[in-house]
């Protein structure tokens, strides 16, 4: 197995870019605020890979992450995103989006994840055979974080740091695949199984419509919204998704929208099914029942 090993000391903002370029397909710099310094030691395999990077001056960094989950961990000076700034316990998580950040002498450890390996990972661990993974949270869940940065830093210092058990493929993968396991677990993914084989990492414009739909399941959006969103015309939207999801849009954003009116139920014992279904879109009730039993084996009558 192929690995990946990248190390750089610059002050060149221009290698900056081309460094990050290599970690996400689209990077863009607003001008930095006095001097630039960078170090970054890469370290991977098509599995996912690990970062330890000195982000040593003040701008803003804007990527969008196509294919790939980012979980990065503040170790030092200061990160802000949207999501909020990397200190928080387990750090910030970015994926399917464009992602904007504030880096200030930032140390960070990063985990890259390729969709295609968490796909493969997960609906493994479903015992299904293909899907589709969601992001529904920016930061790993509250009981797993401690776990998480536990686990990713052990990797870090006792298999990425130590050359012999780096290049030892049975070490190496035997590591990531853990990190794999545990992120299925740990951080706040969705796994949507019953697709057809062969989605993996989907395409582009299916990305772009699914992030967007994602980050928009409480606005009253169109098919016209999503196109456009994913920069496509609505037919060739319809097309994406049948073919890669054997699914319409729409169909994916009810099954999204059912996903939290169902969490809602299952974490609001004070809020009535009523209330929930109709927050989420579904203005029949007993229909809403139906599909919520028919997903989530939920008995007529119960939460």
Request: glycine fraction near 8%; charge should be neutral; aromatic fraction near 6%.
């Amino acid at each position: 197995m192929t690995t990946l090993t990248l190390q750089h000391d610059t002050d060149d903002i221009d290698t900056v870019a081309s460094v990050l370029g290599q970690m996400y397909p689209k990077v863009r710099f607003d001008p930095p605020r006095g001097k630039v310094h960078f170090q970054a030691d890469i370290r991977g395999d098509e599995q996912l890979s690990l970062a330890r990077l000195t982000m040593g001056f003040h701008a803003q960094v804007t990527v969008e992450p196509e294919g790939v989950f980012t979980s990065a961990m503040l170790l030092g000076g200061r990160l802000r995103t949207i999501h909020g700034d990397g200190g928080n316990a387990g750090g910030v998580i970015f994926g399917q989006e464009e992602t904007a950040a504030e880096y200030n002498g930032s140390e960070l450890l990063v985990v890259n994840l390729p969709e295609a390996s968490l796909i493969r990972r997960a609906v493994r661990a479903n015992g299904a055979d293909s899907g589709i993974v969601r992001l529904q949270g920016h930061h790993p869940r509250p009981e797993h974080a401690a776990l998480w940065v536990q686990a990713v830093s052990h990797v870090h210092r006792s298999v990425v740091q130590v050359e012999s058990a780096f290049e030892n493929d049975i070490i190496r993968t035997a590591a990531f695949d853990y990190l794999l396991a545990l992120a299925t677990t740990a951080l706040p993914f969705e796994v949507i199984t019953r697709v057809p084989p062969g989605i993996g990492a989907g395409k582009a414009t299916v990305r772009r419509a699914v992030a967007y739909m994602d980050s928009h399941l409480a606005d009253a959006i169109t098919m016209a919204d999503i196109a456009a969103a994913a920069r496509v015309s609505p037919r060739g939207l319809q097309a994406g998704f049948q073919r890669h999801l054997d699914m319409t849009p729409m169909t994916y954003l009810r099954r999204a929208r059912l996903a939290e009116a169902h969490r809602e139920l299952l974490h609001d014992p004070t809020r009535t099914i009523k209330a929930v279904a109709e927050k989420w879109g579904f203005s029949n009730q007993g229909r809403f029942t139906r599909m919520r039993r028919e997903v989530y084996g939920i008995e007529e009558g119960t939460r």
